[in-house]
């Protein structure tokens, strides 16, 4: 089942939210167990395999990171294959940066520096969607925005970094 | 039955039956029970005209009678090893798990998965306690609503993981009760709220019980709850804060030996004390000892606040990290709803007032709205038509994982994923040859297995022996509307399969439920058997109107020939019906089920078409 067609939408990059999120919720309604509660176990297994399948298109779809791997697996790439890691060594450099930045930030028990990297990281992801947009949606470059993805999930992986280091901050 | 369910409106189905159902809050100190009255939730009072009943029980005797409630409470400093109060701590916790110890007057057992308590009556698991407290409530909802219930929605605390919960689904089965859905103590809080004030936008529920924190992050739109994080501490409650008191009482009183008996007198003064400073600048504590000692303080407010406010900064850790993970800030959230008697707290209000920046809603009591939301909830799941349309979506509070290499914990199911939700991974065999894995789940955010909740440990076997690392396993976690999980390994090339419910490492086994249910109902086998025929009896008559109905209504999307066997299978149901036979009912309701279930799954997909195409998305 494509995840796009699950919700009546067309398959692109850049995404209606609001079109996403509707239909998500109009389709539980539907599906959902708790509309079958007094159902046989039969039913109710379908109802959960439904609303499973549901939540898991909504989830891939509502992440730019999986939607673009999404999108690029439906052409016959895994984006994120272990044996394809290039990326370009400005970004390598800038990787590096960050990463020390967050060190030392975590050293010093920092919050202000976390929510500098925070918002500079912010920035550099809405970048980097806006430039898959472009080669997904117009230019279907697929290996270059192979390249742009796999830079996009290592800031996503270091934004939840960010969120840890915050957690331990708040103990 | 789905079938029955996915009339449309307007088209009745069979004549309309209000089923009962009711909403259970299972709190550490107080439960409640409530149900949807003509179209109004309302909490069941007990014949004295009491709304709360104390989450206590005394086992009274070999035989093991109790008594539940207040009548137990008013025993606990006399005969304290036999009055198990706050037993929803102990719910799913080993020995090793439970902090305090020392200060509670019982005698624990370790067994196997879960702690038990020596009473006079045995030793009692905290399943077994609930129980107790869960039939009192079970009976007094009968007694109120004049006939049996088709079943419950029982709250839990929102950060209760897959233990917990599961033990609090085997009390109320071992109550006798049909549980139709766990359900969230916060979602419930905003169910009530939100529907009760027609509110839209994101709420924040502040939830501090006897026993546990919660705090939930729930996005209102046209009747959908959708949480969209969790966080709390299940072991921190108002409990926490008596003991706060008890300790000072202690330092205060210079005494350092105490009686189980001095114990809980101490403790039921300390609850007072902090009860009275919700409205008192001061309270006076007094209490005559074992010992002779006379005890005679004055807690003021000046000296109550620096004493709980490490607690109440407890509470805002788990906030801030709800918050975090909703990807939100304090000034996104619309309204904060405060749940939990221990909210009273006028320390709390202003913290939480603090830190959201606007003064948190208290118009509904705040020991009540969570037995109102579920009450609600059973209502629509019982399949009473319900005032509003409305959908949960919850999410799992806490990540759910396998333990790999170096006592790692490696997630599969992040926290705050929406349920029902399926994750699979790949794994494989470290060394040659190698035909069984040992695959290890656990639930917790932390790293290392050791800090994690060990939930079960199973061993897919029959892996035919190949080089390291060329097997494919897959393994999936399926977390069910409940929040419950089941796992399965599966050797992807030969197909070799291994299944659990993670259930039966830490809750009980079916087997000890059965047991259980027998001890405690006896002399009742043959009420037993009247009920279950009659219960068979109305499931078997819905399913049967209902296919007919679905056949005419929908008959389109089935050949000809598949329309008669479906009516074929239901007359003969009919049939059965006009009879006795349980064997013969339960036979001929089985076929038209099986017969049914691909027309069932055809018509729940016109349905999501219809809902597709139905409207227009802008209208959705």
């Given amino acids: 089942m494509d995840y796009f067609a699950l919700f009546g939408l067309v398959p692109h990059f850049v995404l209606d939210r609001v079109a996403l999120d509707a239909a998500f919720r109009a389709m539980q309604a539907e599906v959902h167990p708790d509309k079958f509660a007094s159902a046989d176990a039969a039913v109710q297994r379908q109802a959960m395999e439904r609303a499973t399948l549901v939540n898991a298109a909504y989830q891939t779809l509502k992440s730019p990171v999986a939607r673009g791997r999404y999108l690029l697996q439906q052409q016959g790439i895994e984006a994120f294959d272990p044996a394809n890691t290039q990326m370009s060594s400005a970004f390598l450099m800038q990787q590096i940066a960050w990463r020390e930045q967050l060190e030392t930030a975590q050293e010093r028990a920092d919050a202000a520096a ?16 806006a430039r898959l947009a472009a080669l997904l949606d117009e230019r279907h470059d697929h290996l270059h925005a192979t390249e742009t993805l ?3 999930r290592f800031i996503e992986k270091l934004a939840e970094e960010i969120h840890a280091a915050f957690d331990t901050l708040d103990g | 039955m789905a079938l029955l369910q996915l009339s449309e409106p307007g088209m009745s189905t069979a004549p309309h039956q209000h089923r009962l159902a009711v909403g259970i809050d299972l709190g550490t100190t107080n439960s409640l029970v409530a149900t949807v009255r003509n179209g109004l939730s309302v909490v069941l009072n007990d014949v004295h005209g009491h709304a709360l009943l104390p989450s206590v029980v005394r086992y009274l005797d070999a035989e093991g009678r109790s008594e539940v409630g207040y009548s137990a409470l008013d025993k606990a400093s006399v005969d304290p ?18 902090p305090d110890l020392a200060m509670l007057p019982y005698h624990f057992v370790d ?23 869960l039939k009192v409530l079970r009976a007094r909802a009968e007694a109120s609503l004049g006939g049996e219930l088709v079943g419950a929605v029982i709250t839990v605390p929102a950060y209760f993981d897959d233990a917990q919960r599961q033990a609090t689904k085997d009390a109320a089965r071992l109550a006798g009760l ?43 739109s046209r009747g959908v709850f959708e949480v969209l994080a969790t966080n709390g501490d299940s072991a921190l409650g108002g409990d926490d804060f008596d003991r706060r008191i008890y300790c000072w009482m202690l330092e205060q009183a210079a005494i350092s030996v ?13 609850r007072e004390a902090k009860e009275a400073l919700t409205d008192h600048p001061s309270a006076h504590l007094s209490a005559m000892l074992s010992s002779g000692q006379f005890v005679d303080l004055t807690l003021t407010e000046a000296v109550f606040t620096p004493l709980i406010e490490s607690l109440v900064g407890k509470t805002l850790a788990p906030t801030k990290k709800a918050l975090r993970d909703a990807g939100l800030k304090a000034a996104d959230i619309q309204g904060v709803v405060m749940v939990g008697g221990s909210t009273r707290m006028p320390r709390i209000q202003a913290a939480v007032g603090e830190f959201f920046g606007q003064t948190p809603l208290t118009n509904l009591d705040p020991d009540k709205v969570v037995a109102l939301g579920a009450a609600i909830q059973a209502n629509l799941l019982a399949g009473n038509r319900a005032e509003a349309d409305m959908l949960l979506l919850d999410v799992v509070p806490l990540s759910l994982g396998l333990e790999t290499m170096g006592g790692l914990a490696e997630k599969i199911v992040p926290r705050n994923t929406t349920i029902p939700c399926a994750q699979a991974q790949e794994f494989t065999t470290y060394k040659d040859g190698q035909t069984a894995m040992n695959l290890h789940v656990v639930q917790g955010e932390r790293e290392r297995v050791a800090d994690c909740r060990s939930l079960a440990q199973f061993v897919l076997r029959g892996i035919p022996p190949m080089v390291a690392g060329a097997a494919r396993i897959r393994v999936t976690f399926q977390v069910d509307a409940d929040g419950l999980l089941a796992v399965t390994a599966r050797e992807t090339r030969t197909g070799v399969e291994a299944h659990i419910e993670v259930k039966p490492s830490y809750g009980l086994h079916d087997a000890e439920i059965a047991r259980m249910l027998k001890e405690s109902n006896a002399n009742a086998l043959a009420d037993v058997a009247a009920r279950q025929l009659s219960e068979l009896k109305v499931d078997a008559e819905r399913l049967r109107d209902a296919s007919v109905i679905a056949v005419h209504a929908d008959g389109a999307l089935l050949s000809a020939a598949e329309q008669t066997t479906i009516l074929a299978l239901a007359e003969a149901l009919a049939v059965a019906l006009q009879g006795d036979d349980a064997a013969l009912i339960k036979r001929a309701n089985e076929a038209l089920n099986r017969g049914t279930a691909e027309f069932a799954a055809l018509r729940m997909d016109a349905s999501v078409r219809r809902a597709l195409t139905g409207h227009r998305l802008e209208d959705l």
């Fill in chain 2, 178 to 220: 049909t549980v139709l859905r766990l359900l969230n103590e916060p979602t419930a809080a905003a169910i009530a709220y939100g529907l009760d004030n027609a509110s839209e936008g994101v709420f924040a529920v502040y939830d501090l019980g006897g026993g546990t924190f919660d705090i939930s992050i729930l996005r209102l």
């Fill in chain 1, 114 to 129: 976390l929510d500098h990297l925070e918002a500079e990281i912010a920035v550099a992801a809405q970048q980097h969607e």
């Fill in chain 2, 258 to 270: 105490l009686s189980d008996h001095d114990k809980q007198l101490l403790l039921a003064r300390a």
């Fill in chain 2, 81 to 98: 090893h036999n009055t198990l109060i706050s037993a929803k701590r102990f719910m799913g916790r080993g020995l090793k798990d439970l």
């Fill in chain 2, 111 to 133: 067994a196997p998965g879960m702690v038990q308590v020596r009473t006079v009556a045995g030793a009692k698991s905290p399943v077994e306690i609930s129980a107790e407290i």
């Fill in chain 1, 150 to 152: 796999r830079e996009l």
